[in-house]
């Protein structure tokens, strides 16, 4: 069988035998995989044209649906992807961190929607004043980026590797062309068959190479993102080539890092945080054999415990059972290929010029349900007694399932250990005690994108040491490539331009649909509150009334909220203090505006369920008046979340309380709820 790529919206095979691909179990060969014929510079052309066209035409919110549609159809289909997965080499564990997981994140980008407006483009902090008069302000906004996203993944995450990665870029509203590790392509290929087959992506939106895309670089543009995720030395190669360079083209690397996890000098043998440790460092040693980027390479522990740390490892991984993943009892199963094995073969006995192996044995391993002619290795344990001296620890990675324990004496040697691995995704730590929890994370932050503090309150729910979330950023510096992804709103923001806009506050509100403050504003005679969602337009004001705030305001609502502070009642306490006199409560002065602005009657406005950047800017004293300025900020379409739900949106009110003077005394954004018209929406 030989795989297929889907390139300009078909379904090609590659000339050419192509690459053997086999099933890492047996070793049966199962397939080919070849990109040879396929035109790399129309692949990109027919992204920039057709995907990203369509996508950034549409809204985030309407992005956000499509992923999330995707997610359901993906999960309906995830047995199939199962079946598949297993001759990969994983267990069904593995497989679930892989598919699922993957899954996990199309949902989890999905629901990132919600952060962002219901707008092709998102407007970015807040303005900021460029003018002593407050005619000339800037802004900034983000727009995505016009060209595609080349995802080059060398890991063995034939599932994951890719939704983690489309998932962010389809948000921004940039298409995608996938380029998985070929020796897994064939799973890759079956997802993305489900993927093309539902419809749910617009056209040019993914496009598949399964074979090599040496070349395809060769094409890329300043508009286009492109992202690694394999070996350092790779990824330096990639980096420099010479359109990335040339065309400033943005380049995102996870390489392989040397991670590290640390046993807190707190812990004693017999403690929840010591067997917490311990189950962690072989679950990371054994999950996909060990093939991870985040996986546990070193593992320092106090000098004292030592011993007692290696035996206690040497225990479990004696329980670990290698083997045939479908067959019960099974925990691990075997690498994506025999040319990993060679490679992780290779990389021990460099290793063992300066540690031993204490556990496991390079070329024997027990078999449970297979034979020797699939991928395995036995989980190998290895120890370096003087980490400081002898470095290849540091230095070189074993990419399978091979760790090495060593000993420290001090949390500042532990930091310090840590960082000679110039850089890492993640590092944990395992301890009882904040006070070392903290100057731990401290000292070791600057050389990790990720450090997981792991003690018995957070290990029920804890989602582990090699377990990178959708909504925190994943890369690491140094040796980890100097990259970031995912991350919430910081991954989608990577596939975006952002650009500083200028001009007048009048202006800026017409272009971002978000009121700057100073800007014209739209005095309606009906009254805002009275109006349907559909109805309200950005800048739409209602001037109020004024009101003269009294002392015995401020006596009755000091009475009414408990609020006795000295500076609104005890008016001999003054003195060395910014205040003139009694001044009235900030809650009171945005109460009483409350109580200006707000219409009565029932109408569409739902309810007011929050607040936002308020801001009490100038004392008011009994016997200034104040008046209210409310306009209509922002407005933020929802989704009906049932058939019988209200159709409605949130609409951000800006609330500027002002003096007689017309000077701003408080300024507050609250947040309602507005009914719309039409209730089919």
């Excluded at 004392?619 to 209509?632: A, C, E, Q, S």
Aim: glycine share 10%; aromatic share 8%.
């Amino acid at each position: 069988m030989k795989l297929q790529n889907y390139a300009y919206g078909k379904w090609i095979e590659g000339n050419g035998e192509g690459k053997a691909l086999y099933n890492a179990i047996t070793g049966e060969k199962i397939a080919y995989a070849s990109s040879a014929g396929l035109d790399f510079g129309q692949m990109l052309d027919y992204g920039r044209t057709v995907g990203n066209k369509a996508l950034r035409k549409m809204t985030f919110h309407e992005r956000g649906r499509m992923i999330k549609a995707l997610a359901l159809h993906l999960n309906s289909k995830k047995a199939d992807f199962y079946k598949v997965s297993y001759a990969t080499g994983a267990t069904k564990v593995d497989s679930w961190i892989d598919i699922e997981g993957g899954i996990g994140n199309l949902f989890a980008n999905a629901s990132l929607r919600r952060q962002f407006p219901n707008e092709t483009y998102y407007v970015d902090g807040d303005t900021v004043g460029l003018s002593k008069g407050g005619t000339f302000v800037g802004h900034h906004i983000m727009v995505p980026k016009e060209g595609v996203a080349v995802h080059i993944n060398a890991f063995n995450f034939p599932v994951w590797g890719m939704l983690e990665k489309i998932a962010v870029n389809l948000l921004a509203g940039v298409p995608a062309v996938v380029k998985p590790a070929t020796i897994t392509s064939f799973l890759t290929e079956v997802v993305v068959k489900e993927i093309i087959a539902s419809g749910i992506l617009p056209e040019g939106s993914l496009q598949l190479i399964c074979g090599s895309a040496n070349g395809i670089l060769d094409h890329v543009e300043s508009q286009d993102i492109v992202t690694f995720t394999g070996s350092a030395s790779t990824g330096k190669m990639l980096k420099s080539h010479p359109k990335i360079v040339e065309e400033a083209v943005p380049f995102n690397m996870e390489a392989d890092s040397l991670n590290s996890s640390v046993l807190g000098l707190d812990v004693k043998p017999g403690m929840p945080e010591f067997d917490l440790f311990v189950k962690e460092v072989v679950r990371e040693m054994t999950v996909k054999a060990g093939q991870k980027c985040t996986a546990i390479r070193r593992i320092f522990v106090p000098e004292n415990i030592l011993e007692d740390v290696q035996i206690a490892v040497g225990q479990r991984l004696a329980k670990t059972t290698v083997g045939d993943p479908q067959v019960e009892g099974v925990r691990m199963g075997a690498l994506a290929g025999q040319t990993q094995v060679d490679e992780v073969r290779e990389k021990i006995q460099q290793l063992s010029g300066s540690s031993e192996i204490v556990f496991g044995d390079v070329n024997e391993v027990q078999l449970m349900g297979a034979d020797k002619n699939g991928a395995f290795l036995s989980p190998i344990l290895m120890r370096n007694d003087n980490p400081f001296t002898n470095q290849d620890t540091h230095n070189i990675e074993a990419f399978g399932p091979v760790s090495t324990i060593m000993p420290y004496k001090t949390t500042e040697e532990a930091i310090e250990l840590t960082k000679m691995g110039k850089g890492s995704l993640v590092c944990s730590i395992a301890t009882a005690d904040d006070e070392v929890a903290r100057e731990f994370v401290i000292g070791a932050a600057s050389h990790h994108g990720r450090i997981l503090v792991l003690n018995e309150e957070s290990a029920k729910e804890s989602t582990g040491h090699g377990s990178p979330m959708p909504m925190l950023t994943h890369g690491g510096p140094g040796r980890a490539g100097g990259g970031e992804e995912m991350g919430g709103m910081r991954g989608v923001f990577h596939y975006m331009q952002r650009t500083a806009i200028q001009g007048t506050p009048t202006t800026l509100s017409r272009i971002t649909n978000v009121y700057q403050y100073g800007g014209k504003q739209n005095e309606t005679e009906v009254h805002p509150f009275r109006k349907h969602f559909e109805d309200l337009t950005v800048g739409d004001t209602v001037i109020t009334h004024k009101r003269t705030v009294t002392e015995a305001d401020v006596v009755n609502f000091a009475n009414i909220s408990g609020d006795n502070f000295y500076a609104h009642m005890d008016v001999t306490s003054l003195d060395e203090t910014i205040f003139e006199g009694r001044v009235a409560h900030g809650y009171f002065v945005l109460s009483a505006a409350a109580g200006l602005f707000v219409d009565p009657k029932k109408g569409p406005v739902l309810l007011n369920y929050g607040l936002e950047e308020c801001r009490f800017t100038k004392p008011v004293y009994p016997g200034m008046t104040i008046g209210v300025k409310l306009t209509v900020k922002e407005k933020v379409d929802q989704e009906k979340r049932s058939e019988e739900d209200i159709a409605k949106g949130i609409v951000k009110f800006l609330v500027d309380v002002y003096d007689e003077t017309g000077e701003t005394v408080a300024i507050a954004t609250i947040l309602t709820m507005v009914k719309k018209l039409d209730q089919s929406m």
